[in-house]
């Protein structure tokens, strides 16, 4: 019900956009998002935004990364800018509707020379 895409490979400094859309029998949002896991590590959250485009960031990616949220086209994108190592992990799409936390499949991002 969620797809997500955009992960890959970049060098540390680089830049990558990930994105995410909901399916059509997701009939109600309220919240998108995105969530990493790295590996030995709990799932953490990374940023969120509401359909008024209340945002939230995790510290550590603050000044970074830009998330935006389409709520006639059910998406939500990453922008991820100086991408450091611990940036590493499997990125998570979330979306939240009527009491309902709907994930994506997960995509991998690797920041790596």
């Known amino acids: 019900q969620l797809q997500a895409s955009g992960g890959g490979l970049v060098q540390p400094g680089g830049s990558l956009r990930l994105s995410c859309g909901a399916s059509g029998s997701i009939f109600s949002i309220n919240v998108m998002g995105w969530y990493r896991q790295a590996p030995g590590k709990q799932r953490e959250l990374v940023a969120t935004s509401t359909i008024f485009g209340d945002t939230n960031y995790a510290d550590s990616v603050k000044g970074r990364f830009n998330i935006a949220i389409d709520n006639a086209k059910k998406t939500v994108s990453l922008q991820m800018n100086s991408l450091k190592p611990e940036d590493t992990a499997v990125y998570y799409c979330?979306?939240?509707?009527?009491?309902?936390?709907?994930w994506g499949q997960g995509t991998q991002v690797t920041v790596s020379s």
């Open positions: 979330k979306a939240y509707g009527r009491g309902t936390d709907y």
